[in-house]
C-alpha cells in the first residue's frame, strides 16, 4: 500500500513554471484591495452552512455583557439539536500481537420536552488505525471481524449500518450513554450546593460520575447561566483538575477540566477530559486519553473523543434518511463472538 | 501586509501546482490569483500553516471553474513516460473525483493527513479511514482485466 502512494508520487504531472513577473504584480494588485474585518471562530467558518443559526445565537451570548440575562425568544424552540462525532479505539486481534481499530461515526440527536429523534452510526466505518495496525491487519488476511483483546466480543470491521430511532419521552434524558433523566432542564439550580445535591440525587456521591453528569449537562440545553454554573460546579468537584487554555486544534484553543477516569476492559490509566469554548460556554471536544504508555500505545493518546459539531435550539422538525426503518435494530459493530 | 507577502511567495507554486492538476494549466493562474485575493480579504483569519487552508479555498475554486465549463482540460503529461506510470495516471483516473483528491493531496501535493483533513474540511480520522479506501480502489483499479489486458499486450509487443 505505501508503495502504491510512491509509485503515484512518480505520476505526479509536470509543475507548471511560476512566471515570476505575473506573480508579483498579482501580489501588488491584491495587497492593494480592502481586507475583511476580522470574524469569529476557525470553527464557525469551517461549519459555517450548518452552523448559520448557532453562529447567530452564539453571537448574542458573545455579545451580552455577561451580567445580562440571556435575550429568550418570544416562544421556546421545539427542539435541541445536537450533531456529534465520536472516533475511539479498541485493541483486537491476537492479544500477543494485537492492532488498534478504530470507531468513527456521527450521532444526530434531536429532543424535545415528549420526544427525542437520533440517527445513529452515521457516516459510520470501523477501519485498522494506523498503518501498522494495518499491515497487521492485512497480515492477518485481512479479516472481516476481529475479537477484542481482552473482551468477550468480536469487533466488526468496515462500515456501519445507521439507524433510526424515534421515541416518545418524559423528561429529558441527558446522552445516549446514560439512563439519567431529568424531568426538566429548566428547573435545574444554578446554585453551587443545590446543583451539586441535585446531580448527587441522580447519580450518587461518586465523583466521577458526578462530573461526568455535569459534563453531559453542558451539552444539554440550559440557559447560559445554568451553563456557567455547571460548569463552575464541575471545577469544584473532587479529583478534577481545571487545566486552563488548551489546544484543540492548531489554531484554536478551548478552556479545560480534566479527571481520572476508572478503568475500561482494555485501559486501565485513563483521563478524561472536557474542552469548553471561553467565548460561548459550549463544549468543543470530550476527551478520554491515556495518561500511561501501554504496550505500544504512547501516554497522551486519545482512547475516545466526542466532537460537538452542532449545539442549537431549532423549530426545523428533525431531518432523518428516507431508507431507513424506525426504530430497526441497531446493528452494532461489537458482536457476538 | 509583509506576512503576508511572505506566505505569497512561499505557497504560490504549490497553489499554482494544485490548480493545475485540478483545473488544467489554461486556468491555473487565474485561480491562484483568485486564491490569493479571498486570501488576502480573509488574512485576518489566515492560520499559521497557510497551505492547507489556502488549498481549500483553491479547491473550492477549482469546483466552481467546474461547474461553469462544459469540458475540462486535460493535463499534458510528458510523452515520454512510462507505461507504468501512465497506467497508474489510467487507473487513478477511473476512480471517483473524491478518491481522486484524497489519493493525489498525499502523492502530489506532500501534505501530511493532519493538512489534507483540513483541506477538504474533515476530521484527521474521516481523512485516514478515505485515503484508506481510496488506496484500496486504486489497487483494485490496477488488477481490472482491462489493466490486465493492457499489460499483457505491453509485455508482448
Known amino acids: 500500500m505505501e508503495d502504491l502512494l510512491k509509485d503515484l508520487a512518480q ?14 504584480s498579482d501580489l501588488a494588485r491584491i495587497t492593494a484591495l480592502p481586507r475583511e474585518r476580522p470574524a469569529r471562530g476557525q470553527f464557525v467558518r469551517r461549519f459555517a452552512p450548518l452552523l448559520a ?11 451580552l455583557p455577561r451580567s445580562v440575562e440571556p435575550v429568550r425568544p418570544a416562544a421556546p424552540p421545539r427542539w435541541w439539536h445536537v450533531l456529534t462525532e465520536e472516533r475511539s479505539l479498541m485493541l483486537v486481534g491476537d492479544p500477543a500481537a494485537p492492532y488498534l481499530v478504530e470507531f468513527l461515526s456521527k450521532t444526530d440527536r434531536w429532543l424535545s420536552r415528549d420526544t427525542e429523534v437520533a440517527v445513529l452510526q452515521k457516516d459510520g466505518t470501523v477501519a485498522p488505525y494506523s498503518r501498522e495496525s494495518e499491515e497487521t491487519w492485512e497480515a492477518a488476511g485481512r479479516p472481516d471481524t476481529a475479537p477484542q483483546v481482552g473482551g468477550s466480543h468480536s469487533v466488526r470491521i468496515g462500515p456501519m449500518k445507521p439507524a433510526l430511532r424515534k421515541a416518545s419521552v418524559s423528561g429529558y434524558q441527558m446522552s445516549l450513554h446514560s439512563d439519567v433523566r431529568l424531568d426538566s432542564v429548566s428547573s435545574l439550580p444554578t446554585d453551587q450546593a443545590e446543583l451539586r445535591r441535585t446531580l448527587e440525587s441522580l447519580v450518587g456521591e461518586d465523583p466521577y460520575r458526578v462530573a461526568t453528569l455535569a459534563m453531559d449537562l453542558m451539552s444539554a440545553n440550559v440557559s447560559d447561566d445554568q451553563r456557567r454554573a455547571v460548569f463552575e460546579l464541575l471545577k469544584t468537584v473532587e479529583g478534577v483538575r481545571y487545566l486552563g487554555e488548551v489546544p484543540v486544534t492548531e489554531d484554536r484553543t478551548g478552556v479545560a477540566v480534566a479527571i481520572k477516569a476508572p478503568p475500561t476492559f482494555q485501559f486501565s490509566d485513563v483521563e478524561t477530559r472536557l474542552l469548553v469554548n471561553p467565548e460561548t460556554g459550549l463544549p468543543i471536544r470530550r476527551i478520554d486519553l491515556l495518561t500511561t504508555s501501554y504496550r505500544d ?8 473523543v466526542e466532537d460537538y459539531l452542532l449545539l442549537d435550539s431549532t423549530t ?5 434518511p428516507q431508507d431507513i426503518p424506525v426504530n430497526g435494530e441497531v446493528e452494532s459493530p461489537i458482536i457476538e463472538r | 501586509m509583509e506576512e503576508f507577502s511572505s506566505v505569497y511567495r512561499e505557497c504560490y507554486p504549490r497553489v499554482l501546482a494544485y490548480a493545475a492538476s485540478h483545473a488544467g494549466a489554461k486556468v491555473a493562474e487565474d485561480i491562484t490569483s483568485e486564491t490569493f485575493t479571498i486570501a488576502w480579504r480573509k488574512s485576518a483569519q489566515m492560520p499559521s500553516n497557510a497551505l492547507p487552508w489556502l488549498l481549500g479555498i483553491a479547491r473550492n475554486l477549482v469546483r466552481q471553474s467546474r461547474r461553469q465549463t462544459t469540458h475540462y482540460e486535460l493535463t499534458d503529461f510528458p510523452a515520454e513516460d512510462e507505461f507504468a506510470v501512465i497506467e497508474l495516471r489510467a487507473a487513478l483516473s477511473s476512480l471517483s473525483e473524491a478518491d481522486q483528491e484524497v489519493l493525489t493531496l498525499i502523492a ?7 493538512e489534507a483533513a483540513q483541506v477538504l474540511g ?6 485516514f479511514v478515505r485515503l484508506h479506501r481510496a488506496r484500496r480502489r486504486l489497487q483494485a483499479a490496477l488488477w481490472t482485466p482491462k489493466f490486465d489486458q493492457a499489460r499483457q499486450s505491453w509485455k508482448t509487443s
Open chain 1, 11 to 24: 505520476a505526479k504531472p509536470p509543475t507548471p513554471e511560476v512566471d515570476r513577473d505575473r506573480m508579483e
Open chain 1, 53 to 63: 443559526a448557532a453562529a447567530v445565537i452564539a453571537l448574542v451570548v458573545v455579545l
Open chain 1, 297 to 304: 500505545l504512547p501516554a497522551g493518546l486519545p482512547i475516545s
Open chain 1, 316 to 320: 426545523i422538525d428533525p431531518i432523518v
Open chain 2, 108 to 114: 502530489w501535493h506532500g501534505l501530511a493527513a493532519a
Open chain 2, 122 to 127: 474533515c476530521t484527521t480520522a474521516t481523512f
